[in-house]
């Protein structure tokens, strides 16, 4: 069974920069897709940024693309997501994901973290 715990989350000016950092335990996610997905109050969960299994793709919503960044390293086992130049509707729970072992596009996620909160004020 797979754990994913995020952390690296606060409160931080327009303008300003986080790191967010997804950690996994039980298991390796070297093998595994992972994404990046934040809720705001009232509204639904969204898509952020996804990394392929491989490393080799990564994928942003136009809203983040050009600010944020998604990273793995397989070694330690976590991912992350640095967030530059934010916004206040950046503000939201921000949540990793990760998929079954080997899988792409057409398998959902399913093993997801807690989330951590990023505050972003004007």
């Known amino acids: 069974q797979v754990l994913l715990v995020e952390s690296g989350g606060g409160l931080v000016q327009a303008g300003g920069s986080l790191r967010l950092s997804c950690a996994a335990s039980?298991?390796?996610?070297?093998?595994?897709?992972m994404g990046w997905f934040r809720q705001a109050p009232g509204k639904e969960r969204e898509f952020v940024a996804a990394?392929?299994?491989?490393?080799?793709?990564?994928n942003y919503a136009d809203s983040v693309k050009g600010r944020f960044t998604m990273s793995r390293d397989n070694a330690k086992n976590t991912v992350y997501l640095q967030m530059n130049s934010l916004k206040p509707e950046d503000t939201a729970v921000y949540y990793c994901?990760?998929?079954?072992?080997?899988?792409?596009?057409?398998?959902?996620?399913?093993?997801w973290g807690q989330g951590t909160q990023v505050t972003v004020s004007s």
């Open positions: 039980g298991r390796t996610v070297s093998n595994r897709a």
């Open positions: 990394i392929s299994w491989s490393g080799r793709i990564i």
């Open positions: 994901a990760a998929k079954p072992p080997y899988t792409g596009n057409l398998v959902d996620y399913d093993v």
